[in-house]
């Protein structure tokens, strides 16, 4: 091929045409000039429009995972808050159900103290107030421990009673705590008065319950019978409810009746008591016989020799 008919011109990418500069200006002065225009003419607001409409889609395309990301951010924020919210709630309900159990328990001491209180009055007797420790270990018997004892000036022998009546008696006695045996004891016994006879009886524990022994079978006893203290035994402060009759059976071949007998203070669930000072303790000491006595004696044997 002869070198004349060779094509010299440049290839497109090395052409030049307008200058970098001149289309800076240009693209310059058409951006100034549209920015004026839609300010002044609001020219572009229809194009401006038209493209929001168009890409809308997809904007609410692309917005999707983003608000997917910020949704379950949320969520779990959400799902956090509320389980603390939960365990807090949970909290303070124990909280209030504790205090409620509290209140309850205070509710009923206060109670059983107020009824002490209204009995304390009645009782012409020294007394002070205790609170039962616990039950003695022993199955056999029934017995409590009070938190009084002889730091106190409790004494063997004292009666223990709460508002509904008699509980039992003082068996024995340490420094600061003392032992109660229950009037249920096998061991247990206390002189009673039938409130509708007048009656005077004696009544023994049997374990689970008491019954009145040494009553004739033909004895005026009626189921129902209120049986209190009679105060003749230097103890027990008299007018003190006891138990009352719950069955009466008379045998033929026995002279005596079996009568069971119901506690009237239930020895269950006791928490405070009354220990009152034996009556023995405040009555007057007995007389002793004048000293002239012996020899009056003595010469009145002489005289009859």
């Known amino acids: 091929m002869p070198l004349g008919t060779l094509d010299r011109t440049p290839p497109p990418f090395f052409r030049q045409g307008t200058s970098a500069f001149t289309k ?57 808050a509320a389980r603390d919210a939960e365990r807090t709630a949970r909290e303070q309900l124990a909280q209030s159900a504790e205090k409620l159990a509290r209140a309850g328990a205070l509710a009923e001491e206060n109670t059983r103290l107020r009824a002490l209180l209204e009995l304390k009055p009645a009782i012409a007797v020294r007394s002070q107030a205790a609170e039962v ?32 009546g008699v509980l039992g008696q003082v068996t024995r006695l340490y420094a600061l705590t003392a032992e109660v045996t229950l009037l249920v004891d096998k061991d247990a016994a206390i002189p009673v008065l039938n409130q509708r006879t007048q009656q005077r009886g004696a009544a023994f524990g049997v374990g689970s319950g008491m019954e009145l022994r040494f009553t004739s079978a033909n004895d005026d006893v009626q189921v129902g019978d209120a049986l209190q203290t009679s105060g003749v035994d230097g103890v027990y402060p008299a007018g003190l409810p ?64």
């Open 24 to 80: 800076l200006v240009f693209f310059a002065a058409l951006a100034l000039f549209l920015m004026v225009a839609d300010a002044r003419l609001r020219i572009a607001e229809p194009v401006r429009d038209a493209l929001a409409i168009v890409l809308l889609p997809v904007q609410r395309a692309l917005a999707v995972p983003v608000e997917l990301a910020f949704g379950g951010a949320d969520y779990l924020r959400g799902l956090t």
């Open 133 to 164: 420790l616990y039950e003695a270990a022993d199955p056999f018997s029934r017995k409590v421990i009070i938190d009084r004892g002889q730091a106190q000036g409790v004494v063997a022998g004292s009666p223990v009673v709460n508002q509904d």
């Open 242 to 305: 006891v138990a009352k009759v719950v069955s009466v059976e008379r045998r033929s071949e026995s002279g005596f009746a079996r009568i069971a007998l119901a506690p009237t203070a239930r020895s269950d669930g006791v928490r405070h008591v009354l220990v009152l000072e034996p009556l023995a303790l405040q009555l007057p000491p007995r007389p002793e016989p004048p000293p002239a006595a012996p020899e009056l004696a003595r010469r009145r044997g002489s005289g009859r020799r």
